[in-house]
């Protein structure tokens, strides 16, 4: 059973920087795609990056585009999230997980997320 662990949230001023990490502890595919995902106060988790495993291929939300830079370690199972020009709207719990394609299903159980806060 793989677990994910996520960390490097913190409080930070608008314009700030921050990197997550994403470890996964276990074995899995190496052809599964990675991706992060927030979920603000009152509203649905929705994906922000996601990576395929050689790196080779990225997505974002239009709304990151330019400032976060997803990006991976295959050979330590962890996934980044770097965050730069941070927005207050940018504030949530993020999440990484395993998208099965395009179903909305995961491969995996979510973990504890780690809180991003902007402040303005």
């Known amino acids: 059973q793989v677990q994910l662990v996520e960390s490097g949230g913190g409080l930070v001023q608008a314009g700030g920087s921050l990197r997550l990490s994403c470890a996964a502890s276990?074995?899995?595919?190496?052809?599964?795609?990675m991706g992060w995902f927030r979920q603000a106060p009152g509203e649905e988790r929705d994906i922000v990056a996601a990576?395929?495993?050689?790196?080779?291929?990225?997505y974002y939300t239009d709304s990151v585009k330019g400032r976060f830079t997803i990006s991976e370690d295959s050979a330590k199972s962890t996934v980044y999230l770097q965050m730069n020009s941070l927005k207050p709207e940018d504030t949530a719990v993020y999440y990484c997980n395993a998208p099965i394609g395009y179903s909305g299903r995961f491969y995996f159980n979510w973990g504890q997320g780690t809180q991003v806060t902007v402040s303005s």
């Open positions: 276990g074995r899995f595919a190496s052809s599964i795609a």
């Open positions: 990576i395929s495993r050689s790196g080779s291929d990225t």
